[in-house]
């Protein structure tokens, strides 16, 4: 498919657990487990989340802010000598670029794939927000918007669909996307809602193309099991396609090198969990009473975090560093 497919009922489902997704950080948000300024315009009021949700959220934000601020402070900065490229796929509604945008000058380019219709309701709610908008145009920048997509002087949204390797290449080369940069990709609950000879495709096709990379992925995994079965069905009751190939982290890791990374490493939530800093799960444990214990730690098992790595400067990247 391209990007001027015509969307079935399955991809409006898929395009609906962004909108989830984007209300369970704003009720996180609101409750004080993490710092977000931007959530609330991409989220109104949002329904109380039940604690487990909330503590998962925080887990799987928390652990990608770890190893991207790794990625930026400890190796682009100190050793690399030049900035970064950022590449969100399947971005949905985050606000990480307005987040780094307060904190680092390490990027000189942040590029934002998901499918138009994402991506075109993205647009409208940047462009229709100045304090969205001036953080992406500089003072003698110019913003150009077009087909719902925006392109600005080191930021770019643009529609695409990601089953389609040969799109999103050019979509990347639209966005100016340098191979010689050092690289971070990014995908968060996206890869495993790809057909997998689809998702193979991308993932090699982007690890042939950046020699200095990094690549995070969160998504579901261990889903053989029973607790795994319910959560396919609860997907599928949904509308959502149930994930096709939900491995194991080592699996997972597997083919990630098999397809083109010079080394990978995933962990389940519950490693993730008990790496974080004592006094963080403290402070979060504070937040909120959790009579759940046993649902949290089913749930933790049955996500994961992988990180792969193309060039030698990425390989020391570890959950604790």
């Known amino acids: 498919m391209d990007g001027s497919s015509a969307w079935g009922a399955e991809d409006e489902a898929i395009i609906a657990t962004n909108t989830e997704a984007t209300e369970c950080k704003r009720c996180a948000v609101e409750l004080g487990y993490w710092k977000d300024d931007y959530i609330g315009y991409f989220a109104k009021r949002v329904d109380r989340k039940a604690p487990e949700i909330n503590r998962g959220y925080y887990a799987r934000v928390r652990a990608m802010e770890m190893f991207i601020h790794q990625f930026l402070e400890g190796v682009v900065l100190q050793r690399c000598g030049t900035k970064c490229q950022i590449i969100n796929l399947g971005c949905g509604f985050d606000t990480l670029y307005w987040r780094l945008k307060d904190s680092t000058q390490a990027i000189s380019n942040f590029i934002e794939l998901d499918l138009p219709a994402v991506t075109s309701r993205k647009c409208h709610i940047i462009k229709r927000n100045k304090q969205l908008l001036q953080k992406i145009c500089k003072e003698d920048g110019e913003v150009m918007t077009r087909a719902g997509e925006l392109h600005a002087d080191g930021y770019h949204l643009l529609g695409v669909d990601l089953r389609c390797a040969g799109a999103v290449r050019r979509a990347l080369a639209a966005a100016g996307a340098a191979d010689e940069l050092p690289t971070l990709l990014l995908a968060e609950c996206v890869l495993v809602y790809l057909r997998p000879a689809a998702a193979d495709a991308l993932l090699a096709a982007l690890a042939g193309s950046f020699a200095r990379c990094v690549l995070l992925v969160y998504e579901q995994c261990n889903l053989a099991d029973?607790?795994?079965?319910?959560?396919?069905?609860?997907?599928?009751?949904?509308?959502?396609?149930?994930?096709?190939?939900?491995?194991?982290?080592?699996?997972?890791?597997?083919?990630?090198?098999?397809?083109?990374?010079?080394?990978?490493?995933?962990?389940?939530?519950?490693?993730?969990?008990?790496?974080?800093?004592?006094?963080?799960?403290?402070?979060?444990?504070?937040?909120?009473?959790?009579?759940?214990?046993?649902?949290?730690?089913?749930?933790?098992?049955?996500?994961a975090l992988s990180v792969a790595t193309r060039g030698a400067l990425f390989a020391d990247l570890d959950l604790n560093a």
């Open 226 to 303: 029973r607790f795994g079965a319910v959560m396919r069905s609860a997907l599928g009751a949904r509308g959502v396609p149930a994930p096709v190939a939900a491995h194991s982290p080592a699996e997972q890791a597997a083919r990630l090198r098999a397809l083109g990374f010079d080394a990978a490493r995933a962990w389940d939530m519950d490693a993730v969990w008990r790496a974080l800093p004592e006094e963080d799960r403290a402070r979060v444990e504070r937040l909120e009473m959790l009579d759940e214990r046993e649902l949290l730690l089913q749930l933790n098992q049955h996500y």
